[in-house]
């Protein structure tokens, strides 16, 4: 009799615990894996060319510009999956105009699409003159991070929400350059790359 009794409330408390868990489980990977918009991941920064980060010539170095950009761009992505990452390729870097001593520059970057693991990044490189306060568009460049666990393996990422014109085309274009840098990277087939190739044929 009195096991009956204890038994039947101990199920109940039971079954009530282990569905409590099961929500908080389910509850906290809906959290991780929420999908995020574009300007979630939003990271400006900004930076003044000072003689340390110069050429002969007075002008910043391009190293410095690609290291500004990795950091900005790591941030960025670290902001849309919350995990560590890590930079996986860098892609369609161009210096189209020199940056000279004494002018602030400042990088926008966004996450515009992440796929299993990797998130590709989008960065604006905008300079402002010292000399004369013009703002000039320098740059774009495209950097790819991968999030890793504590063991450097990649894990799973959210999805990302493209909301503006602008968004929905780098979302669209994301796969090709991700096929294009696999392919570089010898880590894809050209006959696998059909987002590639149904541009040519
Ligand atoms: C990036 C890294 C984690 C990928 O690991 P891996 O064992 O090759 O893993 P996988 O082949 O499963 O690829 C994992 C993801 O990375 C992407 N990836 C791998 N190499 C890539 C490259 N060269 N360009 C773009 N994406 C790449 C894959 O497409 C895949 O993306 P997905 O999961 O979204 O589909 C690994 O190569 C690494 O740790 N590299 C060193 C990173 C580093 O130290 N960066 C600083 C350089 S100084």
């Known amino acids: 009799m009195d096991a009956k009794i204890g038994l039947i409330p101990q199920c109940g408390f039971d079954s009530f615990i ?3 868990i099961i929500q908080i489980f389910a509850a ?3 959290q991780i894996m929420k999908a995020k918009t574009a300007k979630e991941s939003l990271t400006i920064q900004t930076e003044i060319v000072l003689p340390n980060d110069t050429n002969v010539l007075g002008n910043l170095m391009g ?3 690609l290291h500004w950009m990795d950091v900005c761009s790591a ?3 670290h902001r849309h999956c919350g995990r560590v990452v890590v930079t996986a390729s860098v892609n369609n870097v161009s210096f189209n105009q020199p940056i000279r001593l004494g ?3 400042t990088i926008q970057a966004k996450v515009s699409r992440s796929f299993t693991s990797s998130m590709e990044v ?3 490189v905008w300079v402002e003159r010292n000399a004369t306060g013009d703002k000039i568009k320098c740059n774009e460049a495209i950097y790819t991070f991968v999030a890793v666990d504590q063991q450097g393996s990649p894990i799973a990422v959210p999805e990302l929400i493209a909301e503006s014109e602008e968004e929905k085309k780098r979302f669209d274009g994301a796969l090709r350059r991700k096929q294009l840098a696999l392919i570089l990277a010898g880590k894809m087939k050209p006959a696998d790359a059909t987002e590639l190739k149904a541009l040519f044929f």
């Open 63 to 65: 190293g410095r510009l």
């Open 75 to 77: 941030v960025a992505a």
């Open 28 to 30: 906290a990977k809906n």
């Open 103 to 105: 002018d602030i520059v």
């Open 122 to 124: 989008f960065m604006e």
């Open 18 to 20: 282990l569905s409590l």
